[in-house]
C-alpha cells in the first residue's frame, strides 16, 4: 500500500515516547488448496507503551490472523512477510526457539475462550509456577508465590483460591486468571483477542474496566480486538479497522468514532445497534472471499459511495490533519487532486454496483 | 483443599454402589448362560460311567434337582461367601484353582501390560506428535496387524520362529529347575526368588517372554490407536495454544500438556481392556500350555465340568469389574474434574 | 432453607394494560406462578448417595402476561433462565409448576399428542442458526418439514409452491437459488433466514427467538432484526425475544422482562424500564453496556462477582451478594461471609493477609449455603475471641468507609460459644414482584410498600 506520508515523521512530531511495536506491511497468508487466503494483506501500525491500540472489523476480516501473526502464532503452512519490528527486533523469520523466548515476558496473548484456555489437570498454581520458571529463572520458589498472588490480586482473583483447579472457577474468573497469567510477566506488548466476547454484560464490563486500567498501572501496548465498538470506545486510545485484510482506517478513538473518514468506518458505526438506535441500518453483503478479494479498493462492491475507479485502483493512505489515517480514494482527492489523473476518465462517477447486492451476495 | 477430598471419598462410594447392580448383572448372564449350554452338565461330566441313581445323588449334591430360581440364590449366596463350589471330575475346590493357577495368569497378564504399555505407549505418544509422518503411517499398520491377528496364530508364529533357540516356546518353566521350587506365592518367579534361586528366576522369566509378547500384542494396536487420536487431540486443545502463548517450551508443552492430558482418557480404555486380556490369556495360556487359571478353563469346558466353569468365568467377572474400578479411581486422582 | 414468597398474597402484574385498549381478547397467552425445575445433574444415582437432591429451579414463579402483536423481550445474563421459560411456552420444556393458558387451554396440563396441532401456531428460533439446520437436509426439506409434520399439504405441487414462498419472504429470493442447497452453502445470516422461513410456514402466530442474532455478525445483525419487524408487520406475529443484549431489545421490544436466577425482577413497557430503571439489577445492566460514544467513559460501581450458581442461589433476593443498596433483610448468609474477607484480602500485604487467613480455620466450610446461623472456626493457634475481635475491628472499619458495604446490616449478632464464633444474620425475606407505578413492577426490597 503506498503512503503519502512518512508515519514516522507524525510520530517524532508529536514528541510520542518511541513505539514498542511497529508493524511494516505484514502480510499473513494462509495456504489452502484453492489457494492463499491473504488474510492479512499489507498491514502497517504502531503501538506505544502505555497505549491501546482497538483492532475492529466483521468478522472474517482478518483481526485474529493479524493479532497471532504478530506473535508468530499461525498454524503451519502459514506464509508470514513484512516487518514486525519490537524494540529494535524483526519478529517476522525470527527463529521459534526466539520468539518462545520472547513470548510471555516481552509478548502475551489473552483469547477468546477463557473456559478452555487452562489446562484441566493443572492448578492454577501450577499455572503460574510453569509460567514463572520458565522465563525468570532467578526467582525463588517464595518470589514465584509472590509476584503470582501478586497479579492474582490485581484481577480480584482471592489468594485462598491459588490452589484451586480451572473448574472450580466461573468464565470471568477464569478470563482474569488468564489476564493474570499474561500480565505476570510483565510482557510490554499484549494482544487480546475479543477478550470479552463469551462473557455475561456484567463481567464483561468488569473485564474491560481491568483493561482500562491497565494502561494507567502500567506501561504495557495493548491490542484489543474486538466486534463490540463500544468497548474501543471506552477502553481504546487509537483504533484501526479492519477490511478484507486490510486497515483501511486508524487514528484516535475519539477522532475516528466522532468523525468517522473511511466509507466503512461510517458504515460500520451506522450498522451498529447501541442504546440509541431508533432506526435500522445495514451494509449490504458481506465481506469477500480473501482468496480472490476484489480489485481495486476491497470494499467497493458494498461501498455506498464507490466511483467507478475504485473498482480497479487501490486507493492510497492519506494521512489527515487529525492525524488520521485512511485509506479512501475520496479522501486521497482531498488531499492531493492530481491522483485523480490514476482513476482515468470517468473515474470519479458514481459506481451504481451497490444498489443491487442482495442477500445472495452474502455467502 | 477440604472439599477436593470430600469430593474424593463421595466419587469413591458413588462407584462403589454403581459396582454392585454390575456384579448383579454379570452373575445373572454367567447363571443364565451356563443353564442354556446344550446337555446335561452332570451327565456328561460323569462320561456315562454312572448309573442313573448315582447320578440323581450327583445330581442332589449339586443343587441341580432344585427350581431354577433357587439355584439361583444358592448360586449368589456362593458367590457372596466366595465359595465357588468343588469340580466334578478332580473335586478340586474351584476356590483352590484360582489360588493355585492364578498366579501364573496373573504373571501372564502383568507380562503382557507390560510389554503393551512397553510398546504401545511411545509408539503412541510419537505417532500422534508426528502425525501423518512415515513412522505414523508405519505404527498404524502395525498397531492395525496386532489387533487383527488372532491370538493363537501369533503364538503360533513365535513358536514356530523361536523353537530351539534359546527362549522356551512351552511351559511356565522347566521341568528340572522348578522341581525343587516351593510353591508360596503360587507366582512362580516370585517363588523362586523367595527359594533364592537365581537360575530358576532366570528361567522363570525366560518362559514369561514369549506368551507375554504374544498376549501384549493383542492389545497394543488399540493402544496405540488410542494414545495417538488423544494426543493429536489434546495438541489442538485451547489450553496447548495458550501455554505456547505464554512462552512455554515446546518440549514442555508436548509432555507436560498434550501428553497428559492424553493419556486420562486412555486410562479408562486400558480398564475395558481387561476383558480382553482375560479373553486373550485363556487362549495364550492353551498356545504355550501355561498353567494358568485360563488353560484349566478350557480343559474343564472339553470335560463338561459346568460348576468349575461356572466359578472360573464367575471368578474372571468379578475380576473384571473389580479392575474397572480401580482403574476409575485411578482415574479420580489424577482428573480433578472427575471427582466432583 | 430458602424462602418462598407466599404467591396468594404476590401481587401480579396488572393485567390491564394502559389507556383505552382493556379488552381481555388481545390476550395471546398468560402465564402464571410457572415453575421449570431440573433435577440436578447425576440423576438418581447423586441422589442415592446423598448428593445434593436439589433441583435447579430455572424458571421459578413467573407471572406474565402476553398480548397479541407486541413483542415481549426477555433479558438477562446467562443462566437466567431465558432459553428455558420461553421454551417453556411452546411446551418444549414440562413446567413443574404454574399454568400457561393459551386459547382457552393450559399448556401445562396437555399431553404430547394434544400439544401437538397447538406447535404449528408456536414456532421457535434458535441462537445457532448452524445447530438448527440439519446439515444433511436441503433447505427445500428444511424449510418445508413443518408442513409435513402437521400434514397441511394436499401434494408436492402445493408443498414447493409454499416453500417458494416462504423463501422469498424471508429474502432468499430468488428462492430456486436455494431449494437445493444445503446449510453448508449459506452464510451464517442466510442459514438464520432459512430458520426463520421454516418458523414462519406454517403460519404461526407466536414466535419465540431465542437469542437470533447474537451467533451472527454485527452487520449482519440489523438485517436479520428488521426481516423479524417485516414479517411481524405482514404475518400478525406474536414475539418472545430471548436475549442478553440490552441494546436490540431497546430497539425491538414492546415490553421488557428482566430475568435474574430464575424469576423476573423486573418489568414493564420498555421505554419506561430503559428510561428510568428501577431494579438495582436492571440499573447495573444498563450501566454496564459499552456504548460507542466517545463522550462516555468506563464506568462506575459495577455490581461485584458473578451470576451465581442456579443449583445454589443466595438467600432472599437472588442479586443481594452483588447488590450496593442491599438492605438488612435482603438475605445475608455465610456464603457472604467468606465472600467479605476474601474481598478485603485482595488489598491486603501478603504477611498481612497470611496473619489474617489463619484466623479462620474452616474457610472452605463457608463457601456451602446456609442457614442465616454460622459457627466460625477459629484457626490453629487462635482463640475464638481473637476471631471475634478481628469480625468487630471489621465492622468498625467499615462504618467508616464509603461505599458503605451492605453485609454488615445483615448481621444482628456475633458472639463466643463453645470456642467458636457464632454470627447470625437478619432473616431473609424474598422480594416479591410488585406493581411501582402503572405499569412497571420491580422485585426488589427498595420498593416494597412501607409495612409490607
Ligand atoms: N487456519 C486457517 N486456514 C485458512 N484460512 C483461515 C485460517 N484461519 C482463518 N482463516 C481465514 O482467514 C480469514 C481471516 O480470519 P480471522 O480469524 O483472522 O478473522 P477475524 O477478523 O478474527 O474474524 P472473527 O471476528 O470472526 O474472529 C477468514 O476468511 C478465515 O476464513
Ligand atoms: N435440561 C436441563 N437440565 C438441567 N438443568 C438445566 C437444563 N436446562 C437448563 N438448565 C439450567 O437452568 C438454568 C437456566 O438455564 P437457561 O438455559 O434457561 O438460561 P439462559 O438464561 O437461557 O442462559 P444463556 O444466556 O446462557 O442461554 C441454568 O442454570 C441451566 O444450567
Ligand atoms: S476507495 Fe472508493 S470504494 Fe473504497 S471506500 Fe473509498 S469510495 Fe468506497
Ligand atoms: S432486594 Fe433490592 S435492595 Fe435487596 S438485594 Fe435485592 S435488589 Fe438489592
Ligand atoms: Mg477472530
Ligand atoms: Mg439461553
Redesign the pocket.
Known amino acids: 500500500m503506498a503512503t503519502t506520508s512518512a508515519p514516522s515523521t507524525a510520530a517524532a512530531a508529536t514528541g510520542a515516547p518511541e513505539p514498542v511495536l511497529a508493524v511494516q506491511d505484514l502480510r499473513v497468508w494462509?495456504g489452502?488448496e484453492r489457494g492463499p487466503?491473504r488474510?492479512?494483506d499489507g498491514v502497517t501500525f504502531e503501538v506505544r507503551p502505555g497505549e491501546t491500540l482497538g483492532l475492529v472489523?466483521?468478522?472474517?476480516?482478518?483481526?485474529?490472523?493479524?493479532g497471532r501473526g504478530v506473535l508468530g502464532l499461525t498454524?503451519a503452512g502459514?506464509a508470514l512477510d513484512g516487518v514486525v519490528d519490537f524494540k529494535g527486533t524483526n519478529l517476522v523469520g525470527l527463529s521459534p526457539k526466539h520468539l518462545q523466548k520472547l513470548r510471555g515476558p516481552e509478548l502475551g496473548l489473552i483469547f477468546q475462550e477463557p473456559m478452555t484456555r487452562l489446562n484441566p489437570l493443572m492448578k492454577i498454581s501450577e499455572h503460574f509456577e510453569e509460567a514463572l520458571r520458565t522465563h525468570e529463572k532467578g526467582l525463588s520458589r517464595q518470589q514465584r508465590r509472590e509476584r503470582a498472588l501478586d497479579a492474582l490480586r490485581g484481577m480480584g482473583i482471592p489468594p485462598s483460591r491459588y490452589h484451586a483447579y480451572p473448574h472450580e472457577f466461573s468464565g470471568g474468573m477464569r478470563q482474569r486468571i488468564m489476564i493474570a497469567l499474561a500480565l505476570v510477566l510483565r510482557p510490554a506488548f499484549v494482544v487480546a483477542?475479543?477478550p470479552t466476547t463469551a462473557l455475561d454484560v456484567l463481567v464483561e464490563a468488569q473485564i474491560i474496566k481491568i483493561l482500562a486500567d491497565l494502561r494507567k498501572n502500567f506501561d504495557t501496548a495493548l491490542v484489543l480486538?474486538t466486534?463490540n465498538l463500544g468497548i474501543v470506545a471506552e477502553a481504546c486510545d487509537r483504533v484501526a479497522v479492519?477490511y478484507a485484510g486490510h486497515i483501511v482506517e486508524q487514528g484516535d478513538a475519539r477522532e475516528v468514532f466522532a468523525n468517522p473518514q473511511h466509507p466503512y468506518t461510517r458504515e460500520l458505526l451506522r450498522s451498529t445497534i447501541s442504546l440509541s438506535t431508533t432506526g435500522l441500518h445495514y451494509i449490504p453483503g458481506s465481506p469477500p472471499d480473501?482468496v480472490r478479494p476484489p480489485t481495486g479498493c476491497r470494499f467497493h462492491p458494498r461501498c455506498p459511495v464507490a466511483m467507478r475507479g475504485c473498482a480497479e485502483h487501490e486507493p492510497p493512505e492519506v494521512v489527515l490533519g487529525s492525524g488520521v489515517r485512511t485509506a479512501c480514494w475520496h479522501q486521497a482527492l482531498e488531499a492531493d487532486p492530481s491522483l485523480g489523473e490514476e482513476l482515468g476518465q470517468g473515474g470519479r462517477d458514481a459506481l451504481a454496483a451497490v444498489k443491487e447486492i442482495s442477500v445472495a451476495d452474502e455467502a | 483443599m477440604s472439599k477436593q477430598s470430600g469430593g474424593l471419598g463421595r466419587y469413591v462410594a458413588q462407584r462403589l454402589l454403581l459396582a454392585v447392580p454390575m456384579v448383579l448383572i454379570l452373575l445373572t448372564l454367567v447363571f443364565l448362560l451356563m443353564r442354556v449350554a446344550p446337555g446335561d452338565p452332570v451327565s456328561a461330566a460323569a462320561g456315562g460311567k454312572l448309573g442313573p441313581e448315582q447320578l440323581a445323588e450327583k445330581r442332589r449334591i449339586a443343587g441341580l434337582d432344585k427350581p431354577l430360581f433357587e439355584q439361583y440364590l444358592d448360586y449368589l449366596g456362593d458367590v457372596v461367601t466366595l465359595d465357588f463350589g468343588t469340580t466334578f471330575v478332580d473335586h478340586r475346590k474351584v476356590s483352590d484353582i484360582i489360588i493355585e493357577n492364578g498366579g501364573a495368569t496373573l504373571s501372564l497378564t502383568l507380562g503382557a501390560l507390560f510389554v503393551a504399555v512397553l510398546i504401545g505407549l511411545p509408539i503412541g505418544l510419537f505417532s500422534g506428535r508426528y502425525r501423518d509422518s512415515a513412522f505414523d503411517v508405519t505404527a498404524r499398520i502395525f498397531g492395525i496387524t496386532t489387533y487383527a491377528a488372532p491370538v493363537f496364530f501369533t503364538g503360533l508364529l513365535a513358536q514356530l520362529a523361536f523353537s530351539g533357540t534359546w527362549l522356551p516356546t512351552s511351559d511356565q518353566a522347566d521341568p528340572l529347575t522348578s522341581l525343587n521350587i516351593e510353591s508360596v506365592t503360587h507366582i512362580y518367579v516370585l517363588d523362586c526368588l523367595i527359594a533364592g534361586d537365581w537360575n530358576a528366576v532366570e528361567d522363570g522369566l525366560k518362559h514369561l517372554i514369549l506368551p507375554s509378547i504374544t498376549l501384549g500384542l493383542l492389545i497394543v494396536g488399540v493402544f496405540i490407536r488410542m494414545i495417538r487420536i488423544n494426543v493429536i487431540q489434546s495438541l489442538h486443545g485451547d489450553y496447548i495454544e495458550a501455554a505456547r502463548a505464554r512462552g512455554v517450551r515446546e518440549r514442555r508443552v508436548v509432555t507436560q500438556h498434550a501428553f497428559r492430558n492424553a493419556l486420562v482418557p486412555v486410562i479408562t480404555v486400558l480398564g475395558l481392556q481387561v476383558a480382553l486380556l482375560l479373553g486373550g490369556a485363556v487362549l495364550t495360556e492353551k498356545t504355550f500350555n501355561w498353567p494358568g487359571v485360563g488353560s484349566t478353563l478350557i480343559t474343564y469346558i472339553n470335560q463338561r465340568d459346568y460348576i468349575a466353569v461356572q466359578g472360573i468365568v464367575t471368578v474372571f467377572a468379578l475380576v473384571v469389574v473389580l479392575i474397572s474400578m480401580l482403574i476409575d479411581f485411578v482415574n479420580a486422582l489424577i482428573d480433578p474434574r472427575v471427582r466432583y | 432453607m430458602p424462602t418462598k414468597p407466599d404467591t396468594e398474597s404476590a401481587a401480579r402484574p396488572d393485567p390491564s394494560p394502559g389507556a383505552g385498549s382493556g379488552q381481555r381478547n388481545d390476550v395471546l397467552m398468560e402465564v402464571e406462578d410457572l415453575q421449570v425445575h431440573f433435577g440436578m445433574r447425576g440423576g438418581a444415582l447423586a441422589r442415592i448417595s446423598g448428593r445434593g437432591g436439589g433441583a435447579v429451579k430455572a424458571v421459578d414463579g413467573v407471572n406474565l402476561t402476553l398480548r397479541r402483536g407486541e413483542v415481549l423481550g426477555l433479558v438477562g445474563e446467562s443462566g437466567s433462565g431465558k432459553t428455558t421459560l420461553g421454551r417453556t411456552l411452546l411446551g418444549l420444556n414440562r413446567a413443574t409448576g404454574g399454568s400457561i393458558r393459551y386459547g382457552g387451554q393450559d399448556l401445562t396440563e396437555l399431553s404430547e399428542r394434544r400439544l401437538r396441532p397447538l406447535r404449528r401456531r408456536l414456532q421457535m428460533v434458535f441462537q445457532d442458526p448452524h445447530a438448527s439446520l440439519n446439515p444433511s437436509m436441503d433447505i427445500r426439506t428444511a424449510v418445508g418439514h413443518p408442513l409435513r409434520i402437521h400434514r397441511l399439504v394436499a401434494d408436492d405441487e402445493e408443498y414447493e409452491a409454499k416453500v417458494a414462498h416462504a423463501l422469498e419472504r424471508v429474502g432468499l429470493t430468488p428462492a430456486e437459488r436455494y431449494l437445493s442447497k444445503f446449510p453448508s452453502d449459506l452464510s451464517g445470516g442466510q442459514k438464520q433466514r432459512a430458520v426463520l422461513a421454516r418458523a414462519i410456514i406454517a403460519e404461526p402466530e407466536l414466535l419465540v427467538a431465542d437469542e437470533p442474532i447474537s451467533m451472527l455478525?454485527m452487520s449482519v445483525r440489523a438485517k436479520i432484526l428488521q426481516l423479524m419487524l417485516d414479517l411481524k408487520r405482514d404475518l400478525d406475529l406474536t414475539y418472545v425475544y430471548v436475549t442478553h443484549d440490552l441494546a436490540s431489545a431497546k430497539f425491538f421490544c414492546d415490553t421488557i422482562a428482566i430475568m435474574y436466577l430464575g424469576r423476573i425482577v423486573e418489568q414493564g413497557p420498555a421505554e419506561q424500564v430503559f428510561n428510568e430503571p428501577r431494579h438495582p439489577y436492571t440499573k447495573a445492566l444498563l450501566a454496564a453496556i459499552p456504548e460507542p460514544d466517545p463522550n462516555r467513559s468506563v464506568p462506575r460501581n459495577l455490581p461485584r462477582g458473578e451470576v451465581p450458581d442456579a443449583a445454589k442461589p443466595p438467600l432472599g433476593c437472588s442479586f443481594h451478594p452483588r447488590c450496593a443498596a442491599a438492605l438488612p433483610h435482603c438475605g445475608w448468609e455465610r456464603r457472604d461471609l467468606r465472600a467479605l474477607l476474601e474481598r478485603r484480602w485482595l488489598d491486603l500485604a501478603p504477611d498481612e493477609y497470611a496473619r489474617e487467613r489463619a484466623l479462620i480455620g474452616n474457610l472452605d466450610a463457608l463457601a456451602e449455603p446456609g442457614p442465616t446461623r454460622v459457627l466460625v472456626t477459629p484457626g490453629r493457634g487462635h482463640s475464638a475471641a481473637d476471631v471475634l475481635a478481628y469480625f468487630r475491628r471489621l465492622r468498625e472499619e467499615a462504618s467508616e468507609t464509603e461505599p458503605r458495604e451492605p453485609f454488615w446490616g445483615g448481621v444482628t449478632t456475633m458472639s463466643e460459644d463453645g470456642g467458636q464464633v457464632v454470627v447470625e444474620f437478619v432473616e431473609a425475606r424474598d422480594p416479591r414482584l410488585l406493581p411501582v407505578v402503572d405499569s412497571v413492577s420491580v422485585a426488589c426490597h427498595l420498593y416494597a410498600a412501607p409495612g409490607a
Open positions: 494462509y489452502t487466503v488474510a492479512v472489523g466483521e468478522s472474517g476480516c482478518g483481526k485474529s490472523t493479524l498454524p502459514t483477542d475479543e480486538i466486534h479492519m480473501l | 455478525d
